[in-house]
Nanobody, 119 residues
Framework: QVQLVESGGGLVQAGGSLRLSCAHS????????MAWHRQALGKQRELVAS???????NYGDSVKGRFTISRDFAKNTMYLQMNGLKPEDTAVYYC?????????????WGQGTQVTVSS
């Protein structure tokens, strides 16, 4: 059974930092990429950052220069270091893992962790 367990969310003042973690287990196919998405109340889910199996990263425009995505292969864990947090970063943050076979890709999602930034 595939499990993605997120942690590290919480309440922080503007300008502060948080580090999110996503530990995965049970994925039997190769992983193509991992990503963090977020969804604020009343808004669509958006990509925050992604990292490929080869280590290439991509960031949403609103978080460039403030957030850093990384992976620890030995621990099957992905991280999102968030610095310089702003009230507009308030959202539920979701971990995503995309694995693949020769015939299809598979997306797995965590349950989400709330990040709230106060002004």
């Amino acid at each position: 059974q595939v499990q993605l367990v997120e942690s590290g969310g919480g309440l922080v003042q503007a300008g502060g930092s948080l580090r999110l973690s996503c530990a995965h287990s049970g994925i039997i196919f190769s992983i193509r990429s991992m990503a963090w998405h977020r969804q604020a109340l009343g808004k669509q889910r958006e990509l925050v950052a992604s990292i490929t199996d080869g280590g290439s990263t991509n960031y949403g425009d609103s978080v460039k220069g403030r957030f850093t995505i990384s992976r620890d292969f030995a621990k099957n864990t992905m991280y999102l270091q968030m610095n310089g947090l702003k009230p507009e970063d308030t959202a539920v943050y979701y971990c995503n893992v995309r694995s693949f076979t020769s015939w299809d890709d598979y997306d797995y999602w965590g349950q989400g962790t709330q990040v709230t930034v106060s002004s």
